[in-house]
């Protein structure tokens, strides 16, 4: 079992910058491909970020690439996400979220249901 908390959550101001920190604990956090996911009221849940087990690979949705970067500290068992140049479309709950490093993650990291762990889940805000 392993358990998800997110922080960095809150409102900021179009334009401006957040990071999100997911701690893990519960199991080895190197056993796991980490990612990112996002829920606005009313939409379906959107692939964000995800980064392998390695920390070599990384992936990002279209509408974050080039803004957002995910990373991840296997000494703090712990995941990013920074977020820069904010849109209030990017406004939503961010979800972090793990799966086991035997799954082929290039193939399925786009996919919610590819994952075995959730955290509560952290708002973010963003003000025009």
């Known amino acids: 079992q392993v358990k998800l908390v997110e922080l960095g959550g809150g409102l900021v101001q179009a334009g401006g910058s957040l990071r999100l920190s997911c701690a893990t604990s519960?199991?080895?956090?190197?056993?796991?491909?980490m990612g990112w996911f996002r829920q606005a009221p009313g939409k379906e849940r959107e692939f964000v970020a995800g980064?392998?087990?390695?920390?070599?690979?990384?992936y990002y949705g279209d509408s974050v690439k080039g803004r957002f970067t995910i990373s991840r500290d296997d000494g703090k068992n712990t995941v990013y996400l920074q977020m820069n140049s904010l849109k209030p479309e990017d406004t939503a709950i961010y979800y972090c979220?793990?799966?086991?490093?035997?799954?082929?993650?290039?193939?399925?990291?786009?996919?919610?249901?590819?994952?075995?762990?959730w955290g509560q889940g952290t708002q973010v805000s963003v003000s025009s």
């Open positions: 980064i392998t087990w390695t920390g070599l690979n990384t």
């Open positions: 519960g199991r080895t956090f190197m056993d796991y491909h």
């Open positions: 979220t793990a799966v086991g490093s035997q799954k082929n993650y290039g193939l399925e990291y786009r996919r919610a249901d590819a994952y075995d762990y």
